[in-house]
């Protein structure tokens, strides 16, 4: 293979000086990732700067924020990085490495890491979490994905069952008019607020022309208006972004009013969907998480919090469920607590938190198709460096004995 | 391996990222759902924990004979079927909203803009209202044929507003002109029945807590609980309403009191509101509340003075927000608890505000919360 073209094209990507330079960006990466949750949640830092190729690394993220200095440096993202880390590593074996049974453990070690790699880039796509939120007594069919949200119309006409339109975030952007034939009319974004912050009373908006004012739906109804709110950041604890949009209906080319859909409105129970009247017919809007129906449903028939006697101390949450599946003629009584969760379906039901009261619980709900990928590159890494450390120790002791 | 293992890894690894990423989710998508449940969580019939008490304004009629109902959905209280037969079903909606939207002008031209009829004046109310007693209650009762308009056929709505101590009732029915005529007058028979009712749901009242009865304390006569005032929505909240203190309808569903202070030509509102999460941050509502009163943001908490206040065992922060030369002052204790932060705040002319801080301060630590809810 010496001298080959190929060789001569990888051989700069095998350099180990490329390793210490790639491994060095990536503690400078994390560095700046951990900085930037000042500023944003964990999960538009992981979005931004390690599932990213490329980011926008602003100075003034390491300098107190009132210093507002302007300007930034562009740096490879976290898939350039390991993406690159992985090609380095690949490429040394193929160009640097011999084969031999003494560096099987090195490979072996290699090789794990390599799992590793892949098995990050395969959770940071394929990955999915959402919850399920249930109330004693209550069987629930959907899980919900609190990290996204989705502008639904319903149609309840059918007695049975409602249709349900869902237009994701992404197309929520102000001034876009959203024309499709699924859609019983068209809806025209107006506002859209990824954290927004509701009040009452008509003497703000006069302060803020740019704003849209709804004139029908529960914005009228309660006199209530949206503004919006600098994201929540990872640095506060148990704060969500609250978005809301302010969209009109349209229906051959006339505005039939405008909206104020929040998701405030869909966390308070007293309010839930608000009625689109389109001519005769009645349809329901929301924006909410998104949803994603089950084909099995799971009610909770108790859950337990349990504390060390005479404290407030949490000694153990646990779901007693009932898994109902007709297509997979399941219908069983599980008991899911921490470290003990619930896999079916490809999906993993974790104890995650519970409601106030105690009277219902909250369960994560992964899917990963990479889950067992750390596992077996961990356990791969290890058997590797027993392998390493063993075959260095044996020679050692051989030497001892024949000095 | 040698080039040979590298050609190989190199197509695979491109494949793999490009199967990987191939999937777009930014598209609209549609689906058939289970029908939404009311929004109260467990399904009817379901027990559920006795939690909280909830005080719940609701109203009650006599079904004339012939007509169906069924339970309502969402924002809506009840649907009555006139013709339970019949397919479309002719629905008369029972909705209720807060007090805010009472305003009969407001609705009523609301309601012509759907049936293609231009807005009217205060001067032209009674025209298409006509006001009746109902047990007590001024009811406006509306009746409407609106024009053939952008393919829409000519609709007429009987329509009646009828305020409540906490919310305001609406109900509607809208069809074909000749449709709706057969039940003007069963429609106004029916109106005369309606009645609205004060209860607890007895499922909900805390552990121990005796029943009450429908139609029994009013709103607003007992200012020291909220189970019995008016709070749209659950309320784990109690005090002690100050002496010189009025509490008001609270008509904002985050809004859980209001109370209003006059002295003389000073003025000043108490409201205690509740929103989930940490809502901002301490930085973003300290300087929102300086806008408030026309003040300059801080960049950082230390310009701010925050001291510590315990309220019913929960660690709290009272802040006073003022200004040499400003107008108002404003009092506020922010109660971290569960997956809410509570404010309560007093807003107000600057030397009353002042006035009363030790007395605000009393208050707040008199609120206590329902133990059932924690």
Redesign the interface.
Known sequence: ?SG?P??AL?KPLASLRLTVALLACSIFLIFAGTWAQIDMGIWTTLGTYFRAFFVWIPFRIFLP??WDVPGGIPFPGGWVIGGLL??NL??A??VRFR?NRKRAGILLIHFGLILLL?GE??TG??AHESRMSI?????V??AEDTRSV?LVI?D?SDP?????????E??LHQGKL?H?T??PFDVQVEAYFHNA??F?GAQDVATSAATPVAN?G?A?????HARP??P??GV?????D?PAAYVSVL??G?NLGTYLAAL?FT?????????V?V??KTY?MALRYV?H?KPYSISLLDFKHDRYLGTETPRNFSSHIRLVDPTHNENREVLIYMNNPLRYRGETFYQASFK?????TVLQVVRNPGWLLPYVACTVGALGMMLQFGTHLLRFIRRTRTA | ???H???S?LPA?AT??LI??GCS????????????AP?????AG????A??ATATETVRWELPKGWAERPG????FATLLLEPESN?PLELRVTP??L??RDPL?NIN?WRE?IGLGPIGPADLDRVARSVDIAGRTVHLVDMTGVAH???PV?RILAAILPGDQQVWFFLV??EPERIGQYAAAFEAFMLTVRVEHAVVASELPLGHPPLEAGGAGPATDPGSMAGASA???NPLHWTTPSGWVESQA?????LASMSVVDGAYRAEVTITR???????ML?NVNRWRGQIGLQPV??LAQQPIEGIEIDGVSAQLLEIHAAGAAQRLLIVLIPR??FTYFVKMTGDEALVAKQHNTFVQFARGIHFDH???
């Not at chain 2, 989710?25 to 029908?35: E, H, L, N, V």
């Not at chain 2, 929004?39 to 399904?43: I, K, L, V």
């Open positions: 293979m080959s190929i060789r990888i924020r009132h992985m090609i690949v490429t074996h193929a084969y892949v880039l395969v796509l394929k109330d004693e007594g209550q069987t069919d959907f989705e319903i309840p049975a069952r409602d249709w349900v339109v869902a237009i994701p992404s197309r959203i499709d699924r859609l912050e509701l009452e029908s529960f009228v109804e309660l006199g209530a709110r600098p929540s950041s506060d604890q148990d704060e969500i609250l229906k051959d006339r405030y966390l308070v129970p007293r309010f839930g969907l608000q009625d009247q001519g005769d329901r949803r129906y106030q009261g105690d009277g219902g | 391996m040698g080039s293992g590298l050609q890894i690894t793999l990222v990987l990423t989710q930014d598209d609209i998508r549609t689906y058939s759902a289970p029908k939404e929004a109260a969580g467990a399904p379901e027990p559920m924990p939690t909280e959905e969402g924002m809506r479309p909203l807060a805010a939207a407001a609301r759907q952008a393919n829409q609709r809208m069809d749209p929505g659950d008509t904002n569903p985050s809004r929103f989930p999460g940490a809502v901002g941050g973003a960049a950082d569960e997956d059932g809810a924690s």
